[in-house]
Nanobody, 129 residues
Framework: QVQFVESGGGLVQSGGSLRLSCATS????????IGWFRRAPGKEREGVSC???????YYPDSVKGRFSVSRDDEKKMVYLQMDNLIPEDTAVYYC???????????????????????WGQGTQVTVSS
């Protein structure tokens, strides 16, 4: 059974930091790119970062320079370090993938996986002003 379990969310003031964790199981982790996504109230799910099997990363402009993604293939974990948080970052955050091995992280992969991928239940991040 494929599982993604996100944790580490919470309430933080503007300018603060959080580190999200994603525990995975039930699929072959190492070849897959893993993404972080978020859904704010009233908005569609959007990708905020991804990391591929070679450690290549991609970030949209909205989070570039503030978010940093990493992975531990041995533990089958993915992490998202979020710094200098702003109220617009408030959302439920998910990790997920499309199970296509050896893909390269880019905006296209994030966009498609945000719509057609598989994710966990998410963890709430709330940034107060």
């Amino acid at each position: 059974q494929v599982q993604f379990v996100e944790s580490g969310g919470g309430l933080v003031q503007s300018g603060g930091s959080l580190r999200l964790s994603c525990a995975t199981s039930g699929f072959t982790f190492e070849p897959n790119a893993i993404g972080w996504f978020r859904r704010a109230p009233g908005k569609e799910r959007e990708g905020v970062s991804c990391i591929d099997r070679d450690g290549g990363t991609y970030y949209p402009d909205s989070v570039k320079g503030r978010f940093s993604v990493s992975r531990d293939d041995e533990k089958k974990m993915v992490y998202l370090q979020m710094d200098n948080l702003i109220p617009e970052d408030t959302a439920v955050y998910y990790c997920g993938t499309d199970f296509s091995p050896a893909v390269t992280c880019n905006s296209g992969w994030l966009r498609l996986t945000a719509r057609f991928g598989s994710w966990g239940q998410g963890t709430q991040v709330t940034v107060s002003s």
